[in-house]
């Protein structure tokens, strides 16, 4: 079979046709007219003097947009990325009909901040969406804190431009402000026209699991209090009956009821929890409270075919956002036991089936070619998810660390696949430096809009480095926050080709020789558990991306030189930062009652309003 071009470089129309005469490569028609596209612009431009966009190599047709996106995946769960004994066919479909990127990046190693700079294409320290003691994600659906309503999502450009708008899965960036129906955090509220899913996260919580965010803590505070009132009632009486302590029945009474509300309270707490966060709605109207949770995937699935059916015609920007592979792992039963890694490896099974299910609908309704299509992950996998011997997170594979570890490699660094057929070249691998918080330019560029000007956007335009019109990535600097925390930054230095990683502040692992913070659910962002390096550690990712040998000035000879220039960045990046009120610490990020969704009177919330595949 003759080879077929997939791309063209600017102005290379010349090149381009002499090479077919003498290879026997063949062109379609669309690639021939968008060479000569970019060889009449490249001609433009010389006599006018312009330098032409990358976006002018492309079609001038507006794609489809279609945004995947895991929960706690690790990069070294997917067969393109590695894994050779988990079965991931469709996801590594993608990867071989498009371009892979191997150094991508999340923007924090926790979903909510993540999630927020994805949608944004800022740091999530820009927007808030950080915390400054310990409450790294948003803790209840009924919190204040969430996404503030003066941030520009992608979606909120791209639905200005004329695009049907959804998101589809998990949200957990904020729902209310002031009232239990405000909705002022709600995804309508940031650029969607369609919503359907959990306005929180799935948790182990949801299905009562050993592996607890909310509810062991709640439970042993509760208890701790029930006996310490128990025992204060207690002693009042002893002293009342004995004469030793001369007081009334008031307190005594008081004392004793408010220790039976707290007991029951640790008794009724995990039921609570269940119904306050997992719960699924339609746009602005609770659907199921609490979940069904072995309807939910089929649920997903049905809605995701459903808004690609009525939209086919296009545009259309749909964000399925995976509640896979979080905790509790709710798998179908036909996927339960078939694959090697326990229930964990059932669920990332499930989901690249979820991946394939969609690809079909895509084939089905005439849409692969018109879609570009990016699979992503939040973060890295969680090592803490972890019960015995059984492992219930993600493998990061050869990178250290994984989900809520700072800086380190395996709880930032995620999978990356573009893929639009006949536009992006088919195989491509790209090692630059690229980050969650590039789609936000590149699909607003694409959309045909103009990315804001009245806020720093720290991502960068992927087009010229997907479409293999430019060697490098515009990053230079990535920063990576713990937290408000900056815990490390890398330097692409690209005269050198080398990728250099300096953490500032690193966590404490334990037991001591762990890889992890085993006996916590997630590794801390300040405190005694973390430690400060003078001088900070440096790591090249080049060589090294493992970061296991640690370099000094002894052993690097460029050491102090690659120091004080990531500093001067740092210092840089730090001028651009303004002060913004905190959505994750606590004022935000309490539970209140009157927040709270509920589609029946508090605190009997419980209502399935629709009924779904059998």
Same mark, same amino acid.
């Given at each position: 079979?003759?080879?077929?071009?997939?791309?063209?470089?600017?102005?290379?129309?010349?090149?381009?046709?002499?090479?077919?005469?003498?290879?026997?490569?063949?062109?379609?028609?669309?690639?021939?007219?968008?060479?000569?596209?970019?060889?009449?612009?490249?001609?433009?431009?010389?006599?006018?003097?312009?330098?032409?966009?990358?976006?002018?190599?492309?079609?001038?047709?507006?794609?489809?947009?279609?945004?995947?996106?895991?929960?706690?995946?690790?990069?070294?769960?997917?067969?393109?990325?590695?894994?050779?004994?988990?079965?991931?066919?469709?996801?590594?479909?993608?990867?071989?009909?498009?371009?892979?990127?191997?150094?991508?990046?999340?923007?924090?190693?926790?979903?909510?901040?993540?999630?927020?700079?994805?949608?944004?294409?800022?740091?999530?320290?820009?927007?808030?969406?950080?915390?400054?003691?310990?409450?790294?994600?948003?803790?209840?659906?009924?919190?204040?804190?969430?996404?503030?309503?003066?941030?520009?999502?992608?979606?909120?450009?791209?639905?200005?431009?004329?695009?049907?708008?959804?998101?589809?899965?998990?949200?957990?960036?904020?729902?209310?402000?002031?009232?239990?129906?405000?909705?002022?955090?709600?995804?309508?509220?940031?650029?969607?026209?369609?919503?359907?899913?959990?306005?929180?996260?799935?948790?182990?919580?949801?299905?009562?699991?050993?592996?607890?965010?909310?509810?062991?803590?709640?439970?042993?505070?509760?208890?701790?209090?029930?006996?310490?009132?128990?025992?204060?009632?207690?002693?009042?009486?002893?002293?009342?009956?004995?004469?030793?302590?001369?007081?009334?029945?008031?307190?005594?009474?008081?004392?004793?009821?408010?220790?039976?509300?707290?007991?029951?309270?640790?008794?009724?707490?995990?039921?609570?929890?269940?119904?306050?966060?997992?719960?699924?709605?339609?746009?602005?109207?609770?659907?199921?409270?609490?979940?069904?949770?072995?309807?939910?995937?089929?649920?997903?699935?049905?809605?995701?075919?459903?808004?690609?059916?009525?939209?086919?015609?296009?545009?259309?920007?749909?964000?399925?956002?995976?509640?896979?592979?979080?905790?509790?792992?709710?798998?179908?039963?036909?996927?339960?036991?078939?694959?090697?890694?326990? #229930?964990? !490896?059932?669920? +990332?099974?499930?989901?690249?089936?979820?991946? &394939? =299910?969609? @690809?079909?609908? $895509?084939?089905?309704?005439?849409?692969?070619?018109?879609?570009?299509?990016?699979?992503?992950?939040?973060?890295?996998?969680?090592?803490?998810?972890?019960?015995?011997?059984?492992?219930?997170?993600?493998?990061?594979?050869?990178?250290?660390?994984?989900?809520?570890?700072?800086?380190?490699?395996?709880?930032?660094?995620?999978?990356?696949?573009?893929?639009?057929?006949?536009?992006?070249?088919?195989?491509?691998?790209?090692?630059?430096?690229?980050?969650?918080?590039?789609?936000?330019?590149?699909?607003?560029? #694409?959309? !045909?809009?103009? +990315?804001?000007?009245?806020?720093?956007?720290? &991502? =960068?335009? @992927?087009?010229? $480095?997907?479409?293999?019109?430019?060697?490098?990535?515009?990053?230079?600097?990535?920063?990576?926050?713990?937290?408000?925390?900056?815990?490390?930054?890398?330097?692409?230095?690209?005269?050198?080709?080398?990728?250099?990683?300096?953490?500032?502040?690193?966590?404490?692992?334990?037991?001591?020789?762990?890889?992890?913070?085993?006996?916590?659910?997630?590794?801390?962002?300040?405190?005694?558990?973390?430690?400060?390096?003078?001088?900070?550690?440096?790591?090249?990712?080049?060589?090294?991306?493992?970061?296991?040998?640690?370099?000094?000035?002894?052993?690097?000879?460029?050491?102090?030189?690659?120091?004080?220039?990531?500093?001067?960045?740092?210092?840089?990046?730090?001028?651009?930062?303004?002060?913004?009120?905190?959505?994750?610490?606590?004022?935000?990020?309490?539970?209140?009652?009157?927040?709270?969704?509920?589609?029946?009177?508090?605190?009997?919330?419980?209502?399935?309003?629709?009924?779904?595949?059998?």
């Amino acid at each position: 079979m003759r080879p077929v071009i997939n791309r063209c470089a600017p102005c290379s129309l010349d090149l381009m046709l002499s090479q077919a005469a003498s290879e026997g490569i063949v062109f379609n028609s669309w690639q021939i007219r968008l060479c000569f596209r970019s060889w009449l612009a490249g001609m433009l431009s010389v006599l006018l003097g312009l330098v032409p966009s990358a976006s002018s190599n492309i079609s001038t047709s507006r794609p489809n947009i279609l945004l995947l996106m895991a929960d706690d995946l690790g990069i070294g769960d997917i067969g393109c990325y590695g894994n050779n004994t988990m079965r991931t066919p469709n996801i590594d479909r993608l990867a071989e009909d498009g371009v892979k990127l191997t150094q991508h990046i999340s923007a924090a190693s926790l979903c909510t901040p993540s999630r927020a700079a994805f949608l944004t294409g800022r740091y999530p320290v820009r927007s808030g969406m950080v915390s400054s003691i310990g409450y790294r994600v948003l803790q209840w659906t009924g919190a204040s804190g969430g996404l503030p309503t003066n941030e520009t999502t992608f979606a909120k450009i791209l639905k200005e431009k004329g695009y049907a708008t959804g998101l589809i899965g998990k949200w957990h960036l904020g729902l209310n402000c002031e009232s239990a129906s405000d909705h002022c955090h709600h995804p309508l509220h940031h650029g969607f026209d369609h919503f359907y899913g959990m306005p929180f996260s799935l948790m182990g919580d949801c299905a009562h699991w050993e592996l607890s965010e909310k509810r062991v803590n709640l439970e042993q505070k509760l208890n701790f209090l029930f006996q310490v009132l128990a025992l204060v009632a207690l002693t009042l009486v002893a002293g009342k009956l004995t004469h030793l302590i001369p007081v009334s029945w008031t307190p005594v009474i008081w004392s004793a009821l408010w220790a039976v509300l707290l007991l029951a309270g640790s008794y009724f707490v995990g039921a609570l929890i269940v119904h306050a966060d997992c719960l699924l709605m339609r746009n602005h109207t609770i659907t199921e409270q609490p979940m069904r949770f072995q309807k939910t995937t089929p649920l997903i699935l049905q809605e995701v075919a459903s808004f690609l059916k009525r939209n086919k015609h296009g545009p259309f920007l749909l964000f399925v956002s995976f509640l896979h592979v979080h905790i509790p792992l709710i798998t179908m039963e036909n996927f339960l036991g078939k694959s090697l890694h326990g #229930l964990y !490896g059932d669920n +990332v099974e499930e989901m690249d089936w979820m991946v &394939g =299910q969609i @690809l079909d609908t $895509l084939d089905m309704e005439g849409l692969t070619n018109s879609t570009l299509i990016y699979f992503t992950s939040d973060h890295g996998g969680s090592l803490e998810n972890q019960l015995g011997r059984t492992q219930y997170g993600g493998w990061n594979g050869i990178y250290k660390g994984g989900k809520g570890m700072g800086g380190w490699e395996g709880g930032i660094r995620v999978p990356g696949i573009f893929r639009w057929p006949g536009v992006l070249p088919a195989g491509q691998v790209i090692g630059e430096p690229t980050s969650l918080m590039d789609v936000f330019p590149t699909v607003v560029q #694409l959309a !045909g809009g103009e +990315v804001p000007q009245d806020r720093v956007i720290d &991502g =960068q335009d @992927l087009l010229p $480095l997907l479409l293999g019109t430019a060697q490098h990535s515009d990053h230079e600097f990535l920063m990576h926050y713990c937290e408000g925390f900056l815990h490390a930054a890398r330097w692409h230095q690209r005269d050198k080709g080398t990728t250099w990683k300096v953490h500032f502040v690193t966590p404490v692992f334990q037991p001591e020789g762990a890889g992890a913070c085993y006996g916590r659910k997630v590794c801390p962002c300040f405190g005694e558990k973390v430690l400060h390096h003078d001088p900070p550690l440096l790591f090249d990712l080049s060589r090294d991306p493992s970061e296991t040998h640690v370099l000094t000035p002894a052993s690097e000879p460029v050491f102090y030189q690659v120091m004080e220039r990531v500093q001067r960045a740092v210092r840089e990046h730090q001028r651009t930062l303004s002060p913004v009120p905190l959505q994750l610490d606590r004022l935000g990020n309490i539970w209140r009652p009157w927040l709270q969704p509920c589609c029946g009177p508090f605190p009997l919330c419980w209502c399935l309003r629709e009924d779904g595949p059998q």
